[in-house]
C-alpha cells in the first residue's frame, strides 16, 4: 500500500511539511489498519513487555527465597527505563492523538502536537546511543578518565621560569 498507493498525494505549499499527510490514511480500512498495526501495538508492546521483565525479576527472587536486593538490579532496572521512557516519550504524543482521530475527534483536535510529534519520533533514534552510553558506569568512568566529557574543565598549569 505504501510502495503502490491506491490514491495520488497532493502537496499543500501553504501548509507545514507540504501535507505530508499520506494519502491512504483517508481510507479508513487502510488508514486504522497502517495506524494500529504499526504505531500504536508496538509502543503497547514494549511498554508491556518492559513492565514484565521488571516483574519477572521480582517474582524470580521470591521464589529463590532471596531478599530481593534492587541495589544488584538498579543498572538493569535503570538501563530498561530509560530507553523505554525515551521510546514512550516520543511515540505516545502521536499515538494518542492519531488514536483520538481515528475515534472521532475533529482532525483539527492536536493539529499543533502532531506536527511536533511526527518529528519526535525521529529522536528516538539519534539519542538512543547516548542514553545507552548514560547507563554504563564503566563508560562514565573511563571517559572521565581520559578526559572526554565535553564539559570537562581546562586545567591550566601556571609555569614560573626565571628571569
Same mark, same amino acid.
Given at each position: 500500500?505504501?510502495?503502490?498507493?491506491?490514491? $495520488? &498525494?497532493? +502537496? &499543500? +505549499? /501553504?501548509?507545514? !511539511? =507540504?501535507?505530508? +499527510?499520506?494519502? #491512504?490514511? $483517508?481510507?479508513?480500512?487502510?488508514?486504522?489498519? *497502517?495506524?494500529?498495526? %504499526? $504505531?500504536?501495538?508496538?509502543?503497547?508492546?514494549?511498554?508491556?513487555?518492559?513492565?514484565? !521483565?521488571?516483574?519477572? !525479576?521480582?517474582?524470580?527472587?521470591?521464589?529463590? %527465597?532471596?531478599? %530481593?536486593?534492587?541495589?544488584?538490579?538498579? &543498572?538493569?532496572?535503570?538501563?530498561?527505563?530509560?530507553?523505554?521512557? @525515551? +521510546?514512550?516519550?516520543? /511515540?505516545?504524543?502521536? %499515538? @494518542?492523538?492519531?488514536?483520538?482521530?481515528? =475515534?472521532? @475527534?475533529?482532525?483539527?483536535?492536536?493539529? *499543533? !502536537?502532531?506536527? #511536533?510529534? /511526527? #518529528?519526535?519520533? #525521529?529522536?528516538?533514534?539519534?539519542?538512543?546511543?547516548?542514553? =545507552?552510553?548514560?547507563? @554504563?558506569?564503566?563508560?562514565?568512568? &573511563?571517559?572521565?578518565?581520559?578526559?572526554?566529557?565535553?564539559?570537562?574543565?581546562?586545567?591550566?598549569?601556571?609555569?614560573?621560569?626565571?628571569?
Amino acid at each position: 500500500v505504501i510502495i503502490f498507493p491506491p490514491c $495520488s &498525494k497532493t +502537496y &499543500k +505549499y /501553504n501548509l507545514p !511539511v =507540504c501535507g505530508e +499527510y499520506p494519502c #491512504y490514511l $483517508s481510507i479508513p480500512l487502510l488508514g486504522i489498519w *497502517d495506524t494500529v498495526i %504499526n $504505531s500504536i501495538i508496538p509502543t503497547a508492546i514494549i511498554t508491556i513487555f518492559s513492565i514484565i !521483565v521488571l516483574a519477572r !525479576v521480582y517474582i524470580q527472587k521470591r521464589h529463590l %527465597n532471596r531478599a %530481593n536486593l534492587w541495589r544488584r538490579q538498579r &543498572k538493569m532496572t535503570i538501563q530498561l527505563l530509560s530507553i523505554c521512557i @525515551l +521510546y514512550l516519550a516520543a /511515540n505516545v504524543p502521536l %499515538n @494518542l492523538v492519531i488514536f483520538g482521530h481515528i =475515534c472521532g @475527534l475533529s482532525p483539527h483536535f492536536g493539529e *499543533d !502536537v502532531q506536527i #511536533y510529534a /511526527n #518529528y519526535l519520533c #525521529y529522536f528516538v533514534t539519534l539519542l538512543f546511543p547516548f542514553v =545507552c552510553l548514560s547507563t @554504563l558506569s564503566e563508560m562514565r568512568k &573511563k571517559l572521565r578518565w581520559k578526559g572526554l566529557l565535553l564539559f570537562r574543565q581546562p586545567r591550566h598549569i601556571a609555569i614560573i621560569h626565571p628571569k
